[in-house]
C-alpha cells in the first residue's frame, strides 16, 4: 500500500492483532516565493538543492518542496520533492485513485542558443549538451520500519519535458514509471539513479528554452478515516545542464556535505532553557561528507557556534583528511576528525529566559575550495525555549494506531531534570484527503512511569479536543486545562475516544522510537518504527500567550483590584488554578445575572474553569 505503511507487531495472523501502528506519507511543504517575472539564465545550469533561496532564482516550484531530508543521503545535502500536495500543503483537488497531475518543477527560461563564457559563441547539437541529474522514488530503502515518505506505484510515473519556444509546446523527453528504491538497488546496484539525456534537436536550441519535471499520482482506495493524504514522492537533486559534456559524465569536482546539521543535545532536537545541564549535551557530532570527483581529494573540516547575537563563542579545527572517492564504493568520509568531531564546550544556557546558539559546519576542498561552495556549509540553531522537542519540525510521514479498539492511546517519554510545570502541548497533525481526521476527539493526557512505561494517568483534560491545521512549520498550541506541577518522568500523550487514524506528524530523520508508547489493550507496546511525533510539551506560563485553540463564549473573568469576577451564562462550577496546579478557589455561578468574585490572590497567572468549557488564562499584576 502507498499511504499506509503498516507494522505487525507479532508474528501472528492479521487477524488475531488488535491494533497496529501505521504511517501514511506526508511532509510539510514550503512557500514558493513569486516572482515578478521571469529570469533568463544562460550555461551552465547547475542547481542541487543545497540552498532553497539561489534554488528559487533558478525554477517555477510549483508545489514542489526544497529541502534537506526528505530523502536518505542524496549525491549533496538537498533536494526537490515532488508528489501529490498543493504549495498551500493540501493534496490537489483533482486527488482520486485515478491518476492525477502533482507537482511541477520548472526552470527559468535559457539561453539555449549561445554560449557567453569566454566569449560569445552560437550553441547548436553538435556542441555535445546533456542535461543530467539523479532522482529516487519515495518510500526510503531498507528495513521497512526505517523507510521514509511513501513509493510511487508502477502506473504512477516521473516526466521530463522539454519547451519548444518555436512551437510554443511542450515535447516529453524522458518518463519513469513507479517503483521502490529497492527494486532500482536490485537491478541497478545504486539507490539513487543517474539520468544524462542530451539535446538532439535544432528547434530547442533557442532563446527561451526550458525543462520541466512533473509527477503523476494516485491514491489508494483505504477506507479507514483519516489515512488518505500525501503519496508518490520522487527526489530530485543535482541537475547539470551543459555543453561539452560526454555519456556518462557523472563526475564533478565537488566536496559536499550529504545529511543536514545535527542538534548538540543527545536526546533532542530542542528543550526548555530551565531544564538544561551540561550532561544534555552530546559528546560527537556526526556528519556526512562526500567526494564526488574520481579522485580522493584532501578536505579541511571545521565548526564554529555563536551565540544568539551572532557573536563567536567556540571554534573547532578538524585540519586536512583525504576524502574517499563516493563512487568506487559508495564510500563517505569516516575519518573521526571530520566525521565525528568531538563537542568539547558546555553552552553558557541562561536558565532565565530562552536562549539560542548557533553551529555552522564548514567544508573545503584544498586551499581555494571546488566549484560548488554552496553545499559546503551546513548549520543549526540550538534552541532553549520553553518546550521539548524530539524532531525537527519537517513531518516524512503521518502516525496513526490502526486498531478497532477506539480506546486508543498514545505517549512519548519525557524526563525533567528540574520541577517544572506542565501548561501547554504543541501539536502537528497532517493535513488528510478532506480533512478527514479533523472531527476525531481526543484528550490530551498525562501518565506517571511505572517502570519505563507509562503508569497512573496525573492528568486529563475535561473537555475533548481536535487535530486543528495552523500553517507550515506552523504547531497548533493546546493549552491544559489545568497546569500541572512534574518532576522526572512523565508520559505526555493522547487518548483517543475513536479508532480513526489521528494522523500525527512524524520525523524520520531523528529516531525517538525507544520514547513511543501506545496502548489499545492491557499493555502499553513500544514503537518499532524509526522516527520522532511531532508532540512538543511546553512549561511555564508563556506557553499559555497567544493562545491558539478556539474558546467558547459561555463565560468571561476579568480583574478587579487584585479579585477575579466570573460572568458565566448558565450556572455551573467555577475553579481557578495557580501554576502549581493547587485549585485556589472553587464555587458554582448561579446565572447570567450573579457574578462569582473570589479571595485577593498574590501576583501571578491563574487558570480559571467553568463547568465544560475550556480553561482561560488571566495574570494579577
Same mark, same amino acid.
Given at each position: 500500500?502507498k499511504?499506509? /505503511?503498516?507494522?505487525?507487531?507479532?508474528?501472528?495472523?492479521?487477524?488475531?492483532?488488535?491494533?497496529?501502528?501505521?504511517?501514511?506519507?506526508?511532509?510539510?511543504?514550503?512557500a514558493?516565493?513569486?516572482?515578478?517575472? @521571469?529570469?533568463?539564465?544562460?550555461?551552465?545550469?547547475?542547481?542541487?538543492f543545497?540552498?532553497?533561496?539561489?534554488?528559487?532564482?533558478?525554477?517555477?516550484?510549483?508545489?514542489?518542496?526544497?529541502?534537506?531530508?526528505?530523502?536518505?543521503?542524496?549525491?549533496?545535502?538537498?533536494?526537490?520533492?515532488?508528489?501529490a500536495?498543493?504549495?498551500?500543503?493540501?493534496?490537489?483537488?483533482?486527488?482520486?485513485?485515478?491518476?492525477?497531475?502533482?507537482?511541477?518543477?520548472?526552470?527559468?527560461?535559457?539561453?539555449?542558443?549561445?554560449?557567453?563564457?569566454?566569449?560569445?559563441?552560437?550553441?547548436?547539437?553538435?556542441?555535445? *549538451? &546533456?542535461?543530467? $541529474?539523479?532522482?529516487?522514488?519515495?518510500g526510503?530503502?531498507?528495513?521497512?520500519?526505517?523507510?521514509?515518505?511513501?513509493?510511487?506505484?508502477?502506473?504512477?510515473?516521473?516526466?521530463?519535458?522539454?519547451?519548444?519556444?518555436?512551437?510554443?509546446?511542450?515535447?516529453?523527453?524522458?518518463?519513469?514509471?513507479?517503483?521502490?528504491? @529497492?527494486?532500482?538497488?536490485?537491478?541497478?546496484?545504486?539507490?539513487?539513479?543517474?539520468?544524462?539525456?542530451?539535446?538532439?534537436?535544432?528547434?530547442?536550441?533557442?532563446?527561451?528554452?526550458?525543462?520541466? $519535471?512533473?509527477?503523476?499520482?494516485?491514491?489508494? =482506495?483505504?477506507?479507514?478515516?483519516?489515512?488518505?493524504?500525501?503519496?508518490?514522492?520522487? =527526489?530530485?537533486d543535482?541537475? &547539470?545542464?551543459?555543453?561539452?559534456?560526454?555519456?556518462?559524465?557523472?563526475?564533478a569536482?565537488? +566536496?559536499?556535505?550529504?545529511?543536514?546539521?545535527?542538534?548538540?543535545?543527545?536526546?533532542?532536537?530542542?528543550?526548555?532553557?530551565?531544564?538544561?545541564?551540561?550532561?544534555?549535551?552530546?559528546?560527537?557530532?556526526?556528519?556526512?561528507?562526500?567526494?564526488?570527483?574520481?579522485?580522493? /581529494?584532501?578536505?579541511?573540516?571545521?565548526?564554529?557556534?555563536?551565540?544568539?547575537?551572532?557573536?563567536?563563542?567556540?571554534?573547532? @579545527?578538524?585540519?586536512y583528511?583525504?576524502?574517499?572517492?563516493?563512487?568506487?564504493?559508495?564510500s563517505?568520509?569516516?575519518?573521526?576528525?571530520?566525521?565525528?568531531?568531538?563537542?568539547?564546550?558546555? /553552552?553558557?544556557?541562561?536558565?532565565?529566559?530562552?536562549?539560542?546558539?548557533?553551529?555552522?559546519?564548514?567544508?573545503?576542498?584544498? +586551499?581555494?575550495?571546488?566549484?560548488?561552495?554552496?553545499?559546503?556549509?551546513?548549520?543549526?540553531?540550538?534552541?532553549?525555549?520553553?518546550?521539548?522537542?524530539?524532531?525537527?519540525?519537517?513531518?516524512e =510521514?503521518?502516525?496513526?494506531?490502526?486498531?478497532?479498539?477506539?480506546?486508543?492511546?498514545?505517549?512519548?517519554?519525557?524526563?525533567?531534570?528540574?520541577?517544572?510545570?506542565?501548561?501547554?502541548?504543541?501539536?502537528?497533525?497532517?493535513?488528510?484527503?478532506?480533512?478527514?481526521?479533523?472531527?476525531?476527539?481526543? &484528550?490530551?493526557?498525562?501518565?506517571?512511569?511505572?517502570?519505563?512505561?507509562?503508569?497512573?494517568?496525573i492528568?486529563?483534560?475535561?473537555?475533548?479536543?481536535?487535530?486543528?491545521?495552523?500553517?507550515?512549520?506552523?504547531?497548533?498550541?493546546?493549552?491544559?486545562?489545568?497546569?500541572?506541577?512534574?518532576?522526572?518522568t512523565?508520559?505526555i500523550?493522547?487518548?483517543q475516544?475513536?479508532?480513526?487514524?489521528?494522523?500525527?506528524?512524524?520525523?524520520?530523520?531523528?529516531?525517538?522510537?525507544?520514547?513511543?508508547? &501506545?496502548?489499545?489493550?492491557?499493555?502499553?507496546?513500544?514503537?518499532?518504527?524509526?522516527?520522532?511525533?511531532?508532540?512538543?510539551?511546553?512549561?511555564?506560563?508563556?506557553?499559555?500567550?497567544?493562545?491558539?485553540?478556539?474558546?467558547?463564549?459561555?463565560?468571561?473573568?476579568?480583574?478587579?483590584?487584585?479579585?477575579?469576577?466570573?460572568?458565566?451564562?448558565?450556572?455551573a462550577? #467555577?475553579? *481557578?488554578?495557580?501554576?502549581?496546579?493547587?485549585?485556589?478557589?472553587e464555587?458554582?455561578?448561579?446565572?447570567? #445575572?450573579?457574578?462569582?468574585?473570589?479571595q485577593?490572590?498574590?501576583?501571578?497567572?491563574?487558570?480559571?474553569? *467553568?463547568?465544560? #468549557?475550556?480553561?482561560?488564562?488571566?495574570?494579577?499584576?
Amino acid at each position: 500500500m502507498k499511504q499506509l /505503511l503498516s507494522i505487525l507487531l507479532l508474528l501472528l495472523p492479521a487477524a488475531w492483532l488488535p491494533a497496529q501502528e501505521a504511517l501514511s506519507s506526508l511532509r510539510r511543504p514550503e512557500a514558493a516565493a513569486q516572482k515578478d517575472g @521571469d529570469m533568463t539564465l544562460s550555461l551552465p545550469f547547475f542547481d542541487d538543492f543545497s540552498n532553497t533561496r539561489q534554488s528559487l532564482l533558478y525554477w517555477h516550484p510549483g508545489g514542489t518542496f526544497f529541502n534537506q531530508g526528505y530523502a536518505p543521503l542524496p549525491p549533496t545535502i538537498g533536494m526537490a520533492t515532488l508528489d501529490a500536495f498543493k504549495a498551500d500543503g493540501t493534496l490537489y483537488p483533482t486527488a482520486t485513485g485515478q491518476l492525477f497531475t502533482g507537482d511541477t518543477l520548472t526552470s527559468m527560461p535559457l539561453r539555449l542558443d549561445s554560449v557567453f563564457q569566454p566569449y560569445t559563441r552560437p550553441l547548436s547539437p553538435s556542441d555535445s *549538451v &546533456y542535461l543530467s $541529474f539523479f532522482y529516487l522514488p519515495g518510500g526510503g530503502y531498507g528495513n521497512m520500519w526505517e523507510r521514509s515518505g511513501d513509493p510511487p506505484e508502477s502506473q504512477d510515473s516521473l516526466i521530463l519535458e522539454f519547451f519548444n519556444p518555436i512551437l510554443n509546446d511542450w515535447a516529453r523527453v524522458w518518463v519513469t514509471p513507479g517503483t521502490h528504491p @529497492d527494486s532500482l538497488h536490485a537491478r541497478t546496484g545504486s539507490y539513487w539513479q543517474f539520468v544524462e539525456i542530451p539535446l538532439l534537436d535544432d528547434r530547442f536550441f533557442q532563446p527561451g528554452f526550458q525543462f520541466r $519535471f512533473c509527477n503523476l499520482c494516485s491514491l489508494d =482506495n483505504i477506507n479507514k478515516n483519516g489515512i488518505l493524504s500525501n503519496a508518490d514522492q520522487w =527526489n530530485i537533486d543535482y541537475v &547539470y545542464l551543459n555543453h561539452g559534456r560526454h555519456h556518462r559524465d557523472t563526475a564533478a569536482r565537488d +566536496v559536499a556535505f550529504v545529511n543536514p546539521a545535527p542538534s548538540m543535545l543527545k536526546h533532542y532536537q530542542a528543550m526548555p532553557a530551565r531544564q538544561f545541564t551540561p550532561a544534555d549535551l552530546t559528546d560527537t557530532l556526526p556528519v556526512t561528507i562526500t567526494n564526488r570527483f574520481t579522485q580522493e /581529494l584532501a578536505t579541511v573540516y571545521g565548526y564554529r557556534i555563536y551565540d544568539r547575537l551572532h557573536q563567536l563563542m567556540h571554534s573547532y @579545527d578538524g585540519g586536512y583528511e583525504n576524502t574517499p572517492v563516493y563512487w568506487r564504493a559508495h564510500s563517505y568520509q569516516t575519518s573521526p576528525a571530520h566525521a565525528r568531531p568531538p563537542l568539547n564546550y558546555t /553552552l553558557p544556557v541562561s536558565h532565565d529566559s530562552p536562549d539560542a546558539f548557533y553551529i555552522s559546519h564548514y567544508l573545503r576542498e584544498g +586551499v581555494s575550495g571546488d566549484p560548488y561552495p554552496q553545499n559546503d556549509t551546513i548549520s543549526f540553531t540550538q534552541t532553549f525555549d520553553n518546550y521539548y522537542a524530539y524532531d525537527d519540525g519537517t513531518p516524512e =510521514n503521518g502516525y496513526g494506531i490502526t486498531s478497532t479498539n477506539p480506546a486508543v492511546r498514545l505517549a512519548c517519554r519525557f524526563t525533567l531534570n528540574t520541577e517544572d510545570t506542565l501548561t501547554a502541548l504543541y501539536l502537528y497533525f497532517n493535513h488528510t484527503l478532506a480533512d478527514q481526521n479533523s472531527s476525531i476527539r481526543f &484528550y490530551i493526557t498525562v501518565w506517571d512511569d511505572a517502570d519505563g512505561h507509562p503508569g497512573n494517568i496525573i492528568y486529563q483534560d475535561c473537555d475533548r479536543r481536535r487535530p486543528l491545521f495552523k500553517g507550515f512549520n506552523q504547531y497548533v498550541r493546546y493549552v491544559l486545562d489545568q497546569p500541572l506541577v512534574c518532576n522526572g518522568t512523565i508520559y505526555i500523550g493522547l487518548e483517543q475516544t475513536t479508532a480513526d487514524y489521528i494522523n500525527l506528524g512524524f520525523d524520520r530523520n531523528n529516531n525517538a522510537s525507544q520514547h513511543i508508547f &501506545y496502548l489499545t489493550g492491557s499493555e502499553w507496546q513500544t514503537s518499532i518504527l524509526r522516527g520522532a511525533l511531532m508532540l512538543r510539551p511546553a512549561f511555564g506560563h508563556r506557553a499559555t500567550l497567544s493562545i491558539d485553540t478556539p474558546h467558547a463564549d459561555s463565560f468571561t473573568v476579568a480583574l478587579q483590584g487584585d479579585r477575579l469576577v466570573i460572568h458565566s451564562d448558565t450556572p455551573a462550577p #467555577a475553579s *481557578v488554578y495557580n501554576l502549581k496546579g493547587q485549585k485556589v478557589y472553587e464555587n458554582r455561578t448561579q446565572g447570567a #445575572a450573579t457574578h462569582c468574585t473570589t479571595q485577593p490572590l498574590p501576583a501571578g497567572l491563574y487558570l480559571v474553569r *467553568v463547568g465544560n #468549557a475550556p480553561a482561560r488564562k488571566i495574570i494579577i499584576p
